[in-house]
């Protein structure tokens, strides 16, 4: 299938602002892209790109003073499949865990897995290991917390999630993974598209999205303990420990969200054949 993604993103700033941006695809998906990814600036800024130290597109731009903003509209190919999902995904050893991994076993910014480890234990520690504990553990945090766009929180750890009972797609990512690290399974933050195919649509606004994967049986694989059911068309711009790795925008300075649009939409491959139509008129 082919999907139709982009975003529209302004900033108000009152001086000159440097700022790095997560906003491409991740370097995995970018043999998938059918249209070119362009980031647009209004005004025009030069930009640089960079590889981050997770192996993240990241894009370097000063900013001038006043508004700015940063767009894209794309179509990329995905295989129309669901998440997959493997119940016999058998836990690995810490001892035989491949070095790059071991950092996504460590307790992050969000991921206080000091403060878990105890419930953790007490909860998930008569599990049979591997995808059945990460499945629990999915369950928990699913079942736990309560999405709620109104209580956004930008300083909420997975601890004050989990005694707070409320949070949005990046609360459940980070207490997902948190609980897993502290049961010595490898977990990654991850956020990317994820627009409403193969279900029925959501009243919610069109948003990027959270969710993470573990490592099991020698590869990653894709939870998501807010909705905590197989999706399809799931496009990952980031990875990291938690949102602070996959921060969409970070501006060293004053910058003020004025416009945030997200769209993510299964498209004909006709549409594909020549410049793509104004928003307004795709389906």
């Known amino acids: 299938m082919h999907i139709r993604t982009g975003y529209s993103i302004a900033l108000d700033t009152v001086a000159p602002t440097a700022m790095t941006l997560l906003l491409s695809v991740h370097p995995s998906r970018v043999a ?13 800024v030069p930009a640089r790109t960079i590889r981050d130290g997770f192996g993240n597109t990241a894009t370097r731009i000063l900013a001038p003073a006043g508004r700015i903003t940063v767009s894209a ?16 995904a058998r836990q690995v050893p810490v001892q035989d865990l491949p070095d ?11 991921c206080d897995t000091d403060r878990l480890s105890s419930l953790a234990w007490s ?22 917390l309560r999405f709620d766009y109104m209580m956004a929180d930008a300083t909420r750890s997975a601890s004050e999630a989990n005694a707070q009972q409320v949070g949005v797609c990046r609360d459940f990512a980070h207490l997902a993974v948190a609980l897993c690290r502290c049961m010595n399974i490898p977990a990654r933050y991850c956020t990317g598209y994820l627009g409403d195919i193969g279900i029925a649509p959501l009243p919610d606004p069109m948003d ?4 993470f994967e573990v490592y099991l049986d020698g590869r990653w694989y894709a939870f998501d303990a807010r909705h905590n059911t197989p999706r399809i068309g799931r496009i990952v711009m980031a990875r990291g420990r938690d949102a602070t790795d996959c921060a969409l925008t970070t501006s060293f300075g004053s910058a003020v969200l004025a416009e945030f649009k997200v769209h993510t939409d299964e498209v004909p491959e006709t549409l594909c054949s020549g410049p793509l139509p104004a928003l307004t008129q795709a389906a």
């Open 73 to 88: 509209d794309f179509v990329i190919r995905d295989s129309g499949l669901h998440d997959p999902v493997v119940p016999e």
């Open 208 to 211: 990027f999205s959270a969710w």
């Open 32 to 44: 998938d892209l059918v249209t070119p990814e362009t980031i647009n600036f209004d005004p025009p």
């Open 123 to 144: 909860l998930f520690g008569t599990t049979p290991e591997g995808w059945a504990r990460v499945q629990a553990i999915v369950d928990y945090a699913h079942n736990r």
């Open 100 to 110: 790059d991994v071991l950092v996504f076993l460590l307790g992050s910014r969000y």
